[in-house]
């Protein structure tokens, strides 16, 4: 989209033998709905650079948003977006920094006349209208970024690899299994093999909510590409409502060893390493 047509040296020389004024009555206004989340100090000097990179594209004659003349705007503001929707800035919060500049460019010219005019003012309020709206799309899309990275470390967070004994590793489940979780449970689960060198692994799905087809096929991939690494699993946790399900959907586990619980599946990994189990004396 093109703003206006032609040059407008008037506005833009009254905008730089004003800028003194003018940033400081921009950070005034950009700072009050800020209610001091961003020291003043750090404010100034981001919107200090942002000014002067408007200047030099006025300068150019060119009212074109999206032109070169404008691209050290456009990438000032995609990085502020960005560390405010890091640090936890709303958006509203974030293109107030750009739609603050108009009002005090307003408050300037009620004590000054440009030879443009009215359709001057207008191009340069479209053109700052146009930059708000690119500040509040990269903000979004850095929101999403952010969303992103935190949904990733959840998911490591709610697949633990433990160790329950030598050569004996447990991922144990909890919630609802997709494709995007148990494709980390598996780079968790292989990794953890090849660096402990353990030779049993149970997948404990007691916390898990339901067993459909898809869930088995993805329980069942990942057993197989631990066999692979040379270990063998156990699946543990399937409680009676979870094996009707199972039986009703026709879901075959072929010669996968499945227990009822964690404690029998460690008892069952014990035996094949050999581990002789002893019942404790219970007196008192």
Not at 30 to 48: D, I, K, W, Y
Not at 178 to 186: E, G, I
Not at 208 to 218: K, R
Request: aromatic share 4%.
């Amino acid at each position: 989209m093109t703003i206006g047509t032609g040059r407008s040296d008037n506005l833009a020389e009254l905008l730089r033998a004003s800028g003194e004024v003018l940033t400081r009555r921009w950070v005034e206004l950009a700072a009050e709905p800020l209610r001091g989340r961003l020291s003043v100090a750090e404010l100034e000097r981001e919107l200090a650079d942002l000014y002067a990179a408007i200047l030099a594209g006025l300068d150019t004659g060119d009212r074109d948003p999206n032109s070169d003349a404008f691209a050290e705007v456009r990438a000032l503001l995609s990085e502020m977006s960005r560390r405010r929707a890091r640090a936890g800035f709303t958006p509203s919060e974030t293109a107030v920094g750009v739609f603050t500049l108009k009002r005090a460019m307003f408050e300037l010219l009620d004590q000054a006349e440009i030879a443009g005019g009215l359709a001057e003012v207008v191009a340069f309020s479209l053109l700052l209208d146009a930059f708000g709206l690119w500040t509040f799309e990269t903000f979004a899309k850095a929101r999403e970024e952010v969303i992103d990275e935190q949904a990733e470390q959840l998911l490591e967070l709610t697949t633990p690899v433990v160790k329950l004994w030598d050569g004996v590793l447990a991922v144990p489940l909890v919630g609802t299994l997709d494709s995007a979780r148990t494709q980390v449970v598996m780079e968790k689960l292989l990794e953890s093999l090849v660096t402990t060198g353990a030779a049993h692994a149970i997948i404990d799905i007691t916390g898990v909510l339901a067993v459909d087809t898809q869930v088995a096929q993805h329980l069942l991939k990942t057993v197989m590409a631990a066999r692979l690494m040379g270990a063998e699993c156990t699946i543990s946790g399937i409680r009676p409502h979870i094996a009707q399900t199972i039986v009703g959907l026709g879901i075959e586990f072929g010669d996968i060893t499945t227990k009822a619980s964690l404690a029998d599946a460690l008892r069952h990994a014990l035996r094949r390493a050999g581990v002789d189990l002893v019942a404790g004396d219970r007196r008192g």
